[in-house]
């Protein structure tokens, strides 16, 4: 504490120095030590490990300061970290952990070994209250919710780490360690995700996993992904659908908790533990068994969530543990994954749109700068001795060479987009008189002038040599006999009109290509082989159109909003002009493979073809809408 009061004298001192200089950069780099340094010297790492009795380590026991919402739990051996503010240097610790006595603790700066006893249930006489008890728990937890869990949106701040393992084996070939701001939403409602923000990184990566084509997409939303009360999902959303039956009695703070086993059969089990007074669901071990079907090689996945009580009488999600397994090259590849909240508090501001993690993005491709000094003063769920080796052996510039080298593939990649559509345009065709016979057919038809709309699918692909500039190909295909099939090269600029939130881009095009419209007439059943044009048709039936075939350019103006960072919706219109036009007949064959059915067209005037129409076009489409969907890799 001294320490602290002398280094506000010094920086006292030195912004009076600094005010008399303006110009001095060694006082300037001092000072900005001195903040720094301060901020260490503000707070303190407490460290331990939780026990039982008989000196076996409690894992996942929860450890929060006295009157906040601050806390961390221990790891698979026990022992736990936490960084304390000095403002919180006097409050106690309270430690917790299902089927123990709680203990609250006064704080040092030694290492502490904290000892839980357990607390066993004493049941003096057996009360039959139900025979499906175990059901009417469920349900009066389903309704107790909005009064057990916050009702306003809170932000968590939490640590969380994924490790790759083959079986058997200790040293892992992956691990991703990260710290994330969350908003978490009331709990009046279901909510089903949030915001997320990523606010530090590290990551150690083994040559085999570049062999393993394996990402882990969980991670930074465990808060919102692994939150089965705020999710409403399986036997919270339908509990007649499920079994139940308690199968144990336990204590965690004075209170009864039920243990609770639920299953659906032949699909998803849990233990699900509630405690009595409350019917606050404090706890539940999830087995998902239903989807495997769709999950290829998959072992199993199964999950832990617990929630913890504050001072306010709210429980709160604290900590997720997520495990599964794969069959890899033979063998079976472990991914495991924990998260926990460090801190809670009122939620004041949105977490912006372009700071967000979308749900199913990826860490392991995360190019975040590493800062190795970040991890020294945050909580986290303390590393075992292997893992801290393995980031100690990393050769950071090599990391950061190979990192510009993935940082150009990744870019190139990121400049590449695909869109999907579908296509209305308004086509209007003129009034025609068709003459044309050979052996087989023989075609004397007067037609209309009529409008009609023709609706196709889409399909192009980008890339953007500059931020604004994109060039491509585009494709259109008619879905009806009567339509459009298109071929493009496309030149695009595109403006973001929302630059500090979710984009919305403005995407002026030109379309230079060569196209071909069809108006169907009839089918022709094909007695014997005939020749159009030199060329055979040999199939028995034959399909007929009255076709307009050339060049054309098509200015649009496309505008799409982003619904993630892969994906986007758009709209777009468009004006068709026709350059250097050709009528004639397409005949089709009818019957073969669509790939390679054979298709010929005869221009008006050859072999006795004639189209005779009152305008230079014999079509025009003019206008063109398309409503389709962008996906970038």
Request: aromatic share 10%; no cysteine; charged share 25%.
């Amino acid at each position: 504490m001294r320490t602290i009061i002398l280094s506000e004298f010094i920086t006292f001192n030195i912004l009076n120095k600094l005010t008399s200089t303006h110009k001095n950069k060694i006082i300037l780099s001092a000072l900005l030590f001195l903040f720094s340094f301060q901020s260490i010297l503000a707070q303190s790492i407490i460290s331990g490990k939780i026990v039982d009795s008989h000196s076996n380590p409690i894992p996942f026991a929860h450890i929060r300061l006295e009157n906040t919402n601050i806390g961390t739990i221990s790891n698979d051996i026990g022992v736990f970290k936490l960084v304390v503010h000095i403002e919180n240097k006097n409050k106690r610790l309270i430690i917790s952990s299902i089927g123990y006595k709680t203990e609250k603790i006064n704080l040092n700066d030694e290492y502490l070994t904290v000892t839980l006893f357990e607390d066993v249930t004493q049941l003096n006489e057996v009360v039959i209250i139900s025979k499906d008890y175990a059901k009417e728990l469920i349900e009066k937890a389903i309704l107790a919710i909005p009064n057990n869990y916050p009702t306003s949106d809170e932000r968590h701040t939490g640590f969380f780490r994924e490790t790759t393992t083959w079986e058997n084996e200790k040293k892992p070939i992956y691990i991703n360690e990260a710290v994330i701001d969350a908003i978490k939403g009331d709990y009046t409602k279901g909510n089903r995700s949030g915001d997320v923000k990523l606010i530090e990184l590290r990551k150690y990566e083994s040559v085999e996993l570049d062999s393993l084509n394996v990402r882990i997409h969980a991670g930074s939303h465990h808060i919102h992904r692994f939150d089965i009360v705020a999710r409403r999902e399986a036997f919270l959303s339908s509990p007649e659908d499920y079994k139940y039956s308690i199968i144990d009695t336990l204590r965690q703070n004075e209170k009864d908790i039920y243990k609770i086993f639920v299953e659906k059969k032949n699909e998803n089990s849990a233990h699900v533990y509630i405690q009595e007074e409350t019917f606050a669901i404090v706890k539940a071990d999830i087995s998902l068994t239903s989807d495997f079907g769709n999950l290829g090689s998959r072992e199993f996945f199964n999950f832990t969530v617990t929630y913890q009580q504050g001072e306010d009488k709210r429980w709160r999600f604290r900590n997720s543990y997520y495990k599964t397994a794969f069959k890899k090259q033979g063998k079976t590849l472990n991914l495991t994954s924990e998260y926990v909240s460090t801190d809670i508090k009122p939620n004041t501001a949105k977490i912006p749109y372009l700071e967000r993690l979308q749900f199913s993005e990826i860490l392991l491709d995360d190019t975040k700068e590493y800062n190795p000094n970040f991890w020294n003063n945050y909580t986290i769920i303390s590393p075992n001795e292997i893992s801290e080796s393995l980031f100690k052996s990393i050769d950071y510039t090599k990391v950061e060479k190979e990192k510009k080298q993935s940082d150009n593939m990744t870019d190139f990649v990121n400049r590449v987009s695909f869109e999907n559509g579908l296509t209305w345009t308004a086509l209007s065709m003129a009034s025609s008189a068709i003459n044309y016979s050979n052996s087989v057919i023989n075609i004397q038809q007067n037609n209309d002038a009529t409008n009609k709309g023709a609706v196709g699918f889409s399909i192009s692909i980008f890339y953007a040599a500059t931020p604004n500039l994109l060039i491509g190909y585009a494709n259109e295909s008619k879905i009806s006999r009567t339509g459009i099939n298109s071929n493009d090269f496309v030149i695009a600029g595109k403006f973001n009109l929302n630059p500090n939130g979710r984009p919305i881009n403005i995407s002026p095009r030109l379309h230079f290509g060569y196209q071909e419209l069809d108006y169907y007439l009839k089918q022709f059943n094909l007695e014997e082989d005939i020749e159009v044009d030199r060329k055979e048709i040999n199939s028995e039936k034959v399909n007929i159109y009255l076709s307009q075939k050339g060049f054309r350019v098509k200015p649009s103006l496309v505008l799409s909003i982003e619904n993630s960072k892969h994906v986007s919706f758009s709209i777009s219109t468009s004006y068709n002009m026709h350059l250097n036009q050709k009528n004639g007949l397409m005949f089709r064959e009818k019957g073969k493979n669509m790939l390679f059915s054979k298709k010929i067209f005869l221009e008006n005037g050859q072999e006795n073809l004639s189209i005779d129409t009152n305008q230079e076009d014999l079509f025009k489409n003019m206008i063109s809408i398309n409503v389709g969907i962008a996906f970038r890799l």
